[in-house]
């Protein structure tokens, strides 16, 4: 919070001390070396800012992409963890198949070794 405070009193201090400046150059008057670093010291607040602000949309950007990214492994997640489901399902229905031919031979077999039922 203090950070801000400060930050934005230094910024009111730069705006204002760079429109004396300005007034004093059109003026015609002959800037001081102070006047200068003023000025460049402006600059330098704008790059930042300007920095700032371009790795602030980068940053929503790049969150914006992950978030997409997150959503559709998401769904292809869900939609393998389904396959998987149904492939569980068809499992157990040919064990159940599989179990019943089994009876079913081991029944003819008996029927066979036993003489019921046969030709």
Not at 69 to 94: F, G, M, P, W
Request: proline share 1%; no cysteine; net charge neutral.
């Amino acid at each position: 919070m203090a950070e801000a405070v400060v930050a934005s009193v230094l910024e009111e201090a730069l705006r204002q001390a760079s429109e004396r400046i300005a007034k004093k150059i059109t003026e015609g008057k002959k800037l001081t070396s102070i006047d200068v670093i003023i000025l460049l010291l402006d600059q330098i607040n704008k790059r930042i800012d300007d920095t700032n602000k371009r790795i602030d949309d980068l940053n929503t950007s790049l969150n914006r992409r992950i978030d997409d990214l997150s959503a559709s492994l998401n769904k292809r997640i869900d939609d393998t963890n389904r396959r998987i489901d149904d492939l569980k399902e068809e499992v157990k229905l040919l064990r159940q198949e599989v179990s019943s031919i089994k009876s079913d031979i081991i029944n003819l077999l008996k029927e066979r070794l036993t003489g019921t039922g046969g030709p």
